[in-house]
């Protein structure tokens, strides 16, 4: 059995400047949980997103998983 977590996305840092809290959210939720931090707490303005960083990772893992990258 290989169990080497290349198949796995880790937790996705989720953070908000102006509430100043920083929450690690499973992948699959992160853009469900953005949209609903934003609209009860910033009337629906995109205050919360994900760490820059790490989307820049994220970007990296998503182009690998649909083939884009040569
Ligand atoms: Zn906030």
Redesign the pocket.
Known sequence: MTDDGDEEVPDIPVV?T??D?RTAVPFPEVEETVAR??ER??DGEA??EVDPAVMDQLADFVAEDLGLLE
Request: hydrophobic fraction near 40%; charge should be neutral; charged fraction near 0%.
């Open positions: 908000c102006a509430c809290t931090h934003n707490l910033h205050v919360a």
